[in-house]
């Protein structure tokens, strides 16, 4: 799905980019540990089209945290990471010495305030780039198979919706777990935001 | 605050009480709701920190995660949460009834907007202490448990390896016994006075049962550690049954007994590993014609069942006490344990031979009434076409 040009795709890729620099650097400080976080790819999609992408690069269980957020730009940013990869990454972050079968009560709080820190950080860039504030939700967690987490997060939202799908890279020691941020737009929300790049452009002088 | 109503003042109230901290900030940071939570918690009278900065009252607090999130609360908007496992229990909150115990937090922290677009921050703190107790606890169970897997596990490694070595080492110097033991039968036996030679057959005697014991021993703990490969065949059925008669056939006539085919399916191929089934079946007859009255016999036979294939092995003797039951098939098992007991045998047999029938997905079970003899039977799956 094309919704933005190469240089609008380019700029926003960066933009969350940036916010992942931040969390990251957050992250870091909170474990005593390099945390690295890079978003290598960006694309634009319908839910359906994200929920066989994730399951198909996947097995079809995840675990992640979930966002509303509401300003110029409104809807829902979900962090998901494959649920033995959600395991791994909590257990790299708390240094866990005792790994359990699934991830307890506090590791989903952990798991919990990693997301809201990764999903404030992109949103407040992107706020950031737009100018404008975006405020945002307090962290749920969620855990399913991508069609239940797209299927229960977008059942009350029209056919045009479109999502909005960043891979993360997430580099522990010397551990790589991929992750993914999916951002639910809707029609007048992408608009915004493709204004909101080219303004963002022009302020800067490339366009 | 003339306007204030009846739910306004159930607000208050509820705030007042509630059950987890209630902290709401301005842009300042000034206290502005302090509740009888965080009074009774921190010690710290609300009529003494409100309408104070936080950071000031309470100067651990500047300069970390916390104030970075009010920050972002205050200035963007944005909603955060602080697990007890990452953020580390910021506020210095102590349990009001054992002083010394710190209070595990959870906070959440939101934006909060008025009518006047004033921003505020409101800190909502919930104590986890107690959850934290029971995962703690479930961690220690769990390490314990994992660690008394791991050790049972080594000891039992460790006894098998032993078991295998031992015996190992036993049968080479055994043998060499034995070979001996036999040459001085054959070439001097006539020659040696009878008591000696009553003696070299008891020696002789035992040395074979001591060999077969090691051979056991070493074949049980072959199969119970996996360590066998089954060397699957097709072979008719009848032949299998008639091999195993015939090897069996100078012991029962050494015990004055006699094998009986009853029943037997039509032409029946069988696919398993031919050797270790004779091994069963070798099991199965000596034990029968162990148990079988003098003169008696041993009645054979096979059923095709579905897809399966039972034979069966009965004999009259005494048969299998109720108590002794369902430890048949546990390893050094007989039904006679006295040091006394007329019947001689290893005790591994059965234990072998379920683990070779199970081996290949088969059963082995036994029907018997004390006094009327035992009727043991194996049932394998037929993985082959059949005629």
Redesign the interface.
């Given at each position: 799905m094309e919704v933005l040009n190469d240089l609008q795709n380019d700029v926003l890729t960066e933009t969350f980019n940036l916010g992942m620099g931040a969390a990251a650097s957050?992250l870091s400080?909170?474990?005593e540990e390099e945390v690295k976080l890079s978003v290598p790819e960006l694309l634009f999609m319908s839910k359906s089209e994200a929920a066989e992408t994730i399951a198909s690069q996947t097995v079809k269980n995840v675990t992640g945290v979930s966002?509303d957020f509401n300003?110029s730009v409104g809807g829902q940013a979900l962090l998901l990471f494959p649920s033995h990869k959600s395991l791994e990454l909590v257990r790299l972050?708390?240094k866990d010495?005792?790994p359990?079968d699934q991830l307890?009560?506090?590791?989903e709080?952990?798991l919990?305030?990693?997301g809201?820190?990764i999903l404030?950080s992109g949103?407040?860039s992107l706020?950031h780039m737009f100018g404008e504030?975006?405020?945002?939700?307090?962290?749920v967690f969620i855990q399913g198979t991508t069609t239940e987490i797209f299927h229960e997060n977008t059942e009350e939202l029209n056919e045009t919706e479109i999502i909005l799908f960043l891979r993360v890279d997430f580099h522990v020691e010397k551990y790589s777990i991929d992750g993914y941020i999916t951002i639910i737009l809707d029609v007048r929300s992408v608009q915004i935001l493709k204004h909101n790049i080219d303004r963002y452009l022009k302020r800067v002088g490339i366009c | 605050m003339s306007n204030i109503n009846e739910s306004t003042l159930m607000l208050c109230d509820l705030v007042k009480h509630c059950v987890n901290g209630i902290i709401v900030l301005d842009k300042q940071y000034n206290v502005l709701i302090w509740n009888q939570w965080m009074e009774d918690h921190s010690n710290i009278p609300a009529d003494k920190i409100l309408n104070q900065s936080l950071f000031d009252y309470i100067p651990q607090l500047a300069g970390g995660?916390l104030q970075?999130v009010i920050d972002?609360s205050l200035s963007?908007?944005?909603?955060?949460?602080?697990?007890?496992?990452?953020?580390k229990n910021p506020f210095p909150l102590k349990n009001p009834r054992s002083p010394f115990e710190e209070i595990k937090q959870?906070i959440?922290i939101?934006?909060l907007n008025t009518d006047h677009e004033e921003n505020y921050c409101y800190i909502h703190i919930n104590d986890?202490s107690p959850?934290?107790k029971r995962?703690h606890r479930?961690?220690e169970l769990?390490?314990n448990a994992?660690f008394e897997q791991k050790t049972a596990e080594e000891v039992a490694d460790m006894k098998s390896n032993f078991v295998a070595m031992v015996s190992h080492e036993l049968r080479t110097p055994m043998t060499s016994v034995l070979g001996s033991l036999g040459l001085v039968k054959g070439l001097l036996g006539n020659e040696l006075p009878e008591n000696v030679q009553s003696l070299i057959n008891i020696a002789h005697t035992n040395t074979e049962r001591l060999i077969a014991l090691i051979n056991d021993i070493l074949d049980i703990e072959k199969i119970t550690s996996g360590g066998i490969e089954l060397n699957y065949e097709t072979f008719d059925l009848m032949l299998f049954l008639n091999e195993a008669i015939n090897a069996n056939m100078g012991y029962a006539e050494r015990q004055k007994v006699s094998f009986k085919l009853t029943e037997f399916p039509q032409t029946t191929l069988l696919s398993a590993d031919f050797a270790k089934l004779q091994q069963v079946m070798n099991n199965l007859l000596s034990n029968a014609a162990k148990h079988e009255p003098k003169e008696g016999f041993i009645e054979i036979s096979a059923q095709r069942i579905q897809e399966k294939v039972r034979i069966s092995v009965k004999d009259h003797g005494p048969g299998i006490p109720e108590k002794f039951k369902n430890e048949i098939f546990d390893k050094f098992s007989q039904a006679d344990n006295s040091s006394t007991r007329n019947i001689k045998g290893t005790g591994l047999g059965l234990a072998i031979a379920k683990a070779i029938v199970e081996k290949h997905e088969g059963e082995i079970g036994f029907i018997s009434t004390l006094g009327e003899g035992a009727k043991f039977y194996i049932e394998l799956p037929l993985n082959l076409s059949t005629q």
């Open positions: 957050a400080q909170m474990v966002q300003g972050l708390l010495a005792v359990m307890t009560e506090f590791e709080e952990a919990s305030e990693i809201n820190i404030n949103l407040a706020a504030e975006i405020k945002t939700g307090l962290p | 995660r970075q972002n963007k908007g944005m909603s955060a949460f602080l697990s007890q496992t990452l953020s959870s959440s939101k934006p986890v959850a934290v995962e479930l961690r769990t390490a994992q």
